[in-house]
């Protein structure tokens, strides 16, 4: 126990209790600082670094600065905060407790006690990255689609289940139980958490805060709970022990006002947001929401703001708590005793209730009328591409014409009325596979349709006989013939924690359904349509009210409890589909209420993705395509012939509230989150091995020994200029994670795709990249796979594949590697060739490099092909901090100057002058380019090592060797 600051005080923490908290009015009484005009968010970081303030991880002067925190020019220092607790989902997950067991197994070598390797703070892993769409439009789907995530991911669970008995402070939560968001709201946040120090005779209560590896972690904003995405890289060394960094930020004021407009939802708000705080540029800050506005909305409406900050770009997206968070928290079944300590604790913090205009300073003010917003979509690239409804089909209109390079299609003359007829003779996709005919024969079709252009793909053989699986999948895929063309809705999901775990929005989509059953509509077969809330909470009300038969017969059958479509896990299409696509080139769609479209995420066939709310993708899914307006035309004929129009079918709000009134019912919610094994019977048969350090099994292909701690000594090696690199990849703007670090399918004749196979893996068992995070030397094969990505090395090609200039070329540059002609390869054949002499690699791209999730296989992988620094216009900030916490080193060029600018095509050297162990955060050193013909231009170009500790990692290798030194010293 430290009170460097002697603010220790008691408060009444309820019920009698009195417990001891950090007192943020003390410490303002004693003029440091003027915290009670601080925003909520940075108050409560500040209760972490007084709390945590030990003179040597957290310093005086670390109190002093954020207590003086400047609302227009915030201190450019490091703020060394301390979570109370760390939450994982089992992709990230997965490789998190792996590098724990190779760091055991690294001790163990050493001679040393391997169990100096434990997590510090309670870990909470979640299991619901895995679930796959492979079943849909069954009552079955749920059960089959367990069945094929416990076949698929056995070997990974049970290495789980060994993490689960060796760490003692490691809570599983097993697939099955929901997503880890709506579990963290639902269940695991405490909003205030308590501990019994040995000085005191009574508990010490502090906030509940959190990092989380995946980057929707902040959807606990919602509730009063500060934390946000990080990589895994960084959340291991939060887990043992180290502070996570980040720079001050400048804190967005977001106040709102008004209320939402009859007809408009949650997601309607989020989609409005995000475009608004994206044009503002919040990257890097905190967004605090405040005003009447921020009061009148619910806990799960906030949720659902938080829930994409990624998406608006910013750190956190936070609601200070008030009695809304409170009374959220006694509907979903916490303790009286825990409520009081939660509404208590704030009180006595003074930092209770929502603050109004005028109460507090931010950097920057912006106004929301929630009156403003209205019925919109998002896509169909980006969630920040905001479209009102009654746009939409004119959008994408526009869109299919527009040049490529202006983030169209390309497409000419198109004509919508185009559609080529798919016959579904039950035949059961299989990862990978195509139908293998293209027999066209006209359909007659009636005058006025306008499905007047017909060709036909005919139908594939079944599959093979005898495979259980495929048999009942057989039964489940719609028979019959479907229509598909441009502007197809080929997939409809009801998906993402992001939508699943706000009741309101749930509840409208069972009403639509129920009002489009009742008037005979259907959806076509073609439609792939699934329902996947994040917790059995959901079922449980939508069982109750009745509704959930209404979207069974609309197709939307619950498929699992997990994050599928969001994810990108929507399972293949029908496979004559899928030719269709292919053949005619289709720019086919998926609705969904999902929170990312990036392409080739949701669906590698599906290039226009649009998100929504829940209602509206029913409805979408029963329009069967994404050109119409729904706000004028008809979107199906009912059972008399009678146009349906959205209007006709859409619930009031007074319907939805009335609905709702047994939506949160705490029974329920302490009924479902307890004895999580019990309720899993297929959790229980999983075996699990025992002991301290982890036994590898060269045979497995999904849990493999990474080598970061290969030849691992106590000494970090010295930081070194880079010379003679040569260019791996040069991409342009907006590379995402996903790109680098693919989560979805593994193509068979990708590097990964090889690997497999070589190691008798067919096709259909590979699973995806996620699922196989575990295993380096897949995820290695994997780095820059994603099928869309253009390495401008090798202009008019998509996928990983770039020119390898190591093997002899008379007019390249001299080099350690040799001289040769160019040769077209992938980017794992050159990384490992270039890997044969000693060549270091390095990668340039555009802006925004590295966004979307937190996935720190896109740093890992980067990496371990040998990339020793990316150069970028901008990065996205998790990934900038994970190639520094993975050793490798982000170089930023100078304004308006890009790869393109300099003319390079990749065949130049590279190298990277100046760097020493002297080097600075932030300082600039010198990009020396040789072209072919032995020109040298010299570019400046800035360190993105944005702290001082950031150094420290840099020059260990990454954040793992470092923590692993700090942890030998110390014994
Ligand atoms: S549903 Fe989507 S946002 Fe939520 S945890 Fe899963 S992948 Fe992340």
């Known amino acids: 126990m430290h009170d460097e600051f002697k603010t220790l005080r008691k408060f009444d923490a309820g019920k009698g209790r009195e417990g001891f908290l950090y007192s943020l009015p003390a410490l303002e009484e004693q003029r440091i600082g003027n915290i009670s005009r601080l925003p909520v968010s940075i108050r409560i970081v500040l209760e972490s670094v007084l709390r945590n303030c030990d003179g040597k991880?957290?310093?005086?002067?670390d109190v002093e600065t954020l207590a003086n925190w400047n609302a227009k020019a915030p201190a450019n220092a490091e703020i060394p905060f301390v979570v109370a607790r760390i939450v994982l989902q089992d992709f990230t997950g997965v490789p998190l407790i792996v590098d724990l067991a190779a760091m055991r197994s690294a001790v163990a070598r050493l001679g040393r006690d391997p169990k100096i390797i434990e997590p510090l703070v309670p870990v909470d892993l979640v299991v619901d990255h895995s679930v796959q769409v492979d079943f849909f439009r069954s009552p079955r789907a749920l059960e089959l689609n367990l069945d094929m995530e416990f076949k698929r991911n056995r070997e990974r669970y049970q290495f789980l289940k060994w993490g689960q008995q060796a760490f003692k402070t490691f809570q599983l939560i097993p697939p099955g139980i929901g997503i880890v968001h709506q579990v963290n709201l639902e269940y695991l946040a405490k909003g205030v958490l308590s501990s019994q120090p040995s000085t005191l005779n009574s508990q010490l209560f502090f906030p509940d805060t959190l990092v989380g590896t995946d980057s929707h972690t902040t959807m606990i904003n919602g509730l009063g709970v500060v934390g946000w995405g990080v990589g895994g890289i960084e959340a291991e060394a939060g887990m043992l022990g180290q502070p996570v960094y980040f720079l001050t930020p400048e804190v967005v004021g977001l106040h709102m006002s008004g209320q939402l407009r009859e007809g408009v939802t949650a997601t309607d708000l989020v989609l409005h947001i995000t475009q608004l705080l994206r044009a503002q540029k919040v990257v890097g800050k905190f967004v605090e929401f405040y005003g009447e506005g921020a009061a009148s909305l619910p806990v799960p409406d906030r949720a659902t703001i938080g829930n994409m900050s990624p998406e608006y770009g910013a750190t956190m997206g936070f609601f200070p708590i008030d009695q809304e968070s409170v009374d959220y928290l006694r509907a979903t079944g916490r303790s009286e005793e825990q409520c009081l300590a939660f509404e208590n604790y704030f009180c006595a913090q003074r930092m209770f209730g929502m603050p109004l205009r005028g109460e507090i300073d931010y950097s920057v003010d912006i106004d929301l009328d929630l009156a403003d917003v209205q019925p919109s979509v998002a896509g169909p690239k980006r969630p920040q591409d905001r479209i009102n409804l009654p746009e939409l089909g004119k959008t994408f209109r526009e869109l299919l014409e527009k040049p490529v390079r202006d983030g169209g299609y390309g497409k000419q003359n198109v004509d919508l009325r185009e559609k080529h007829v798919v016959e579904l003779n039950g035949s059961a996709p299989r990862n990978g596979e195509m139908a293998s005919t293209d027999k066209k024969e006209d359909q007659g079709i009636n005058p006025g349709d306008e499905l007047n252009k017909i060709e036909m793909v005919a139908n594939r053989p079944t599959p093979d006989p005898g495979k259980e699986i495929e048999?009942?999948?057989?039964?489940?895929?719609?028979?019959?013939?479907?229509?598909?063309?441009h502007g197809s809705v080929l997939i409809a999901a009801i998906t993402s924690c992001t939508n699943t775990s706000n009741p309101s929005v749930m509840i409208a989509a069972g009403l639509l359904a129920k009002k489009a059953v009742e008037r005979?509509?259907?959806?076509?077969?073609?439609?792939?349509?699934?329902?996947?809330?994040?917790?059995?909470?959901?079922?449980?009300?939508?069982?109750?009210?009745?509704?959930?038969?209404?979207?069974?017969?609309?197709?939307?059958?619950?498929?699992?409890?997990?994050?599928?479509?969001?994810?990108?896990?929507?399972g293949p299409l029908h496979p004559n589909i899928e030719k269709a696509i292919h053949d005619y080139d289709l720019v086919a769609a998926s609705v969904l209420s999902g929170n990312r479209n990036f392409e080739a995420r949701v669906h590698q066939h599906i290039k226009a993705n649009f998100l929504m709310s829940p209602p509206l993708?029913?409805?979408?899914?029963?329009?069967?395509?994404?050109?119409?307006?729904?706000?004028r035309d008809a979107l199906a004929r009912d059972k008399d012939g009678k146009e349906t129009f959205l209007r006709d079918l859409w619930p009031t709000l007074s319907e939805i509230r009335d609905a709702m009134q047994s939506a949160l019912a705490p029974e329920t919610f302490r009924k479902l989150y307890r004895n999580f094994a019990d309720q899993n019977p297929k959790w229980n048969d999983i075996p699990s091995s025992a002991g301290d350090i982890y036994q590898w099994d060269e045979k497995s292909d999904y849990i493999h020994e990474p080598p970061f701690f290969q030849n691992f000594s106590m000494e970090p090696s010295h930081i070194a200029e880079i010379r003679g690199a040569r260019a791996l990849g040069i991409f342009g703007d907006?590379?995402?994670?996903?790109?680098?670090?693919?989560?979805?399918?593994?193509?068979?004749?990708?590097?990964a795709g090889k690997y497999l196979v070589s190691r008798g893996i067919q096709p259909r068992d590979f699973n995806s990249y996620g699922s196989r995070r575990g295993n380096d030397l897949v995820m290695t094969r994997g780095t820059f796979a994603n099928v869309r990505i253009k390495n401008l090395m090798v202009p008019g090609t998509e996928g990983g594949v770039t020119k390898y200039y190591g093997g002899g070329d008379d007019s390249s540059p001299k080099g350690q590697h040799g001289e040769g002609a160019a040769s077209t390869m992938s980017i794992f054949d050159a990384a490992m060739k270039y890997a044969e002499t000693n060549t270091a690699l390095v990668i340039l791209a555009g802006h925004e490099y590295g966004s979307g999730s937190s996935?720190?296989?896109?740093?890992?992988?980067?990496?371990?092909?040998?990339?020793?620094?990316?150069?970028?216009?901008?990065?996205?900030?998790?990934?900038?901090?994970?190639?520094?916490?993975?050793?490798?080193?982000?170089?930023?060029?100078?304004?308006?100057?890009?790869?393109?600018s300099l003319g390079l095509d990749g065949s130049e050297e590279f190298s990277i002058t100046g760097l020493s162990d002297s080097i600075k955060p932030g300082q600039e050193v010198t990009l020396v380019i040789e072209s072919r013909n032995r020109e040298q231009q010299s570019v400046p170009v800035r360190l993105r090592i944005d702290t001082p500790i950031e150094i420290d990692y840099y020059r260990h290798g990454g954040i793992l060797p470092f923590v692993l030194r700090q942890l030998l010293l110390r014994q």
């Open 520 to 570: 005979g509509l259907h959806v076509d077969p073609g439609v792939k349509t699934s329902l996947a809330p994040g917790s059995r909470v959901v079922s449980d009300y939508l069982e109750k009210t009745g509704l959930q038969k209404y979207l069974d017969q609309l197709g939307f059958n619950l498929v699992g409890y997990g994050c599928t479509t969001c994810i990108g896990n929507s």
């Open 734 to 751: 907006s590379i995402t994670t996903d790109h680098i670090s693919p989560a979805g399918a593994i193509k068979e004749t990708s590097p």
């Open 57 to 61: 991880k957290v310093r005086r002067k």
């Open 855 to 900: 996935r720190d296989w896109a740093a890992k992988g980067t990496r371990l092909l040998g990339v020793k620094a990316v150069i970028a216009a901008s990065y996205e900030r998790i990934h900038r901090s994970n190639l520094v916490g993975m050793g490798v080193l982000p170089l930023q060029f100078p304004d308006g100057t890009t790869a393109q």
């Open 617 to 631: 993708v029913v409805a979408f899914a029963l329009a069967g395509r994404v050109h119409i307006d729904l706000s």
């Open 471 to 485: 048999a009942e999948s057989r039964e489940i895929f719609a028979q019959g013939r479907t229509h598909v063309g």
